[in-house]
């Protein structure tokens, strides 16, 4: 079943902006990690973030984690056209081998 | 990176049917692999855990005789549609657990099925 609730389901920023997508997740974790889909492709992974950490950045990248309220942001600075895509969040189960994805957010990001 | 190879990219096949998509490790050795499903606009749905040398471990309300998952070396592993029908159509992504940390995953590009 799936553990993540992704929100928005659907984000269109115009480029440039900044986008933001949530997850929330139920259960412990060890790891939760964002990855990137384009139309028809597999699924590409940006970062990673433990449990114990709090903030992460990679590029233009930057993951929060609240472990307290179950959930973490993914934050796209500075649009572009090339980050349209579809965006999901990975739980890392504590004693699992298995990821659970969320539902994903579209980011369609207009030119 | 690591490179996680999926073939076919696409395959149209008549109702009744097998189909087998391979996945493989093209520069590291998996253990584990997993199989995904995933339906337009949606998100992926684990559907088994392919462990090298022994039997894969399938998700509540996944088929074993339906989607039959070989692991035979730590580079390969392949999923079979067998007797494909018209609801088999879909995505199928395949991903396998990158090997130092064992925690993110590298996918392969997926294959797209559709059954006539």
């Known amino acids: 079943s799936q553990q993540g609730e992704e929100d928005p389901q659907a984000l269109s920023i115009q480029e440039g902006e900044n986008a933001t997508m949530n997850c929330s997740y139920k259960?412990?974790?060890?790891?939760l990690q964002w990855y990137r889909q384009n139309s028809g492709r597999g699924l590409v992974h940006l970062i990673l973030?433990?449990?114990?950490?709090r903030e992460k950045h990679s590029g233009r990248l930057r993951v929060t984690l609240d472990t307290s309220k179950k959930s973490s942001s993914l934050l796209i600075t500075a649009s572009r056209a090339a980050d349209t895509a579809s965006y999901f969040c990975?739980?890392?189960?504590?004693?699992?081998?298995?990821?659970?994805f969320g539902q994903g957010t579209r980011l369609t990001i207009n030119p | 990176g690591a490179v996680v190879s999926q073939h076919p990219s696409w395959v149209i096949c008549k109702s009744g049917t097998s189909v087998k998509i391979e996945c493989r490790s093209l520069?590291?050795?998996?253990?584990?692999m997993f199989w995904y499903r995933q339906f337009p606009k949606q998100s992926l749905m684990l559907m088994a855990t392919?462990?090298?040398?022994?039997?894969?471990?399938?998700e509540q309300g996944v088929e074993k005789d339906k989607f039959l998952i070989n692991h035979a070396s730590l580079t390969l592993s392949t999923l079979t549609v067998t007797s494909a029908h018209p609801e088999d159509s879909s995505f199928y992504i395949c991903?396998?657990?990158?090997?130092?940390?064992?925690?993110?995953?590298?996918f392969g590009s997926g294959t797209q099925l559709s059954v006539l």
């Open positions: 990975a739980t890392g189960l504590q004693g699992a081998q298995k990821l659970v």
């Open positions: 259960t412990s974790i060890n790891n």
């Open positions: 973030i433990r449990s114990n950490e």
């Open positions: 520069d590291f050795q998996a253990t584990t």
């Open positions: 991903s396998a657990k990158e090997w130092v940390t064992n925690e993110k995953l590298f």
């Open positions: 392919s462990n090298e040398g022994s039997k894969a471990t399938y």
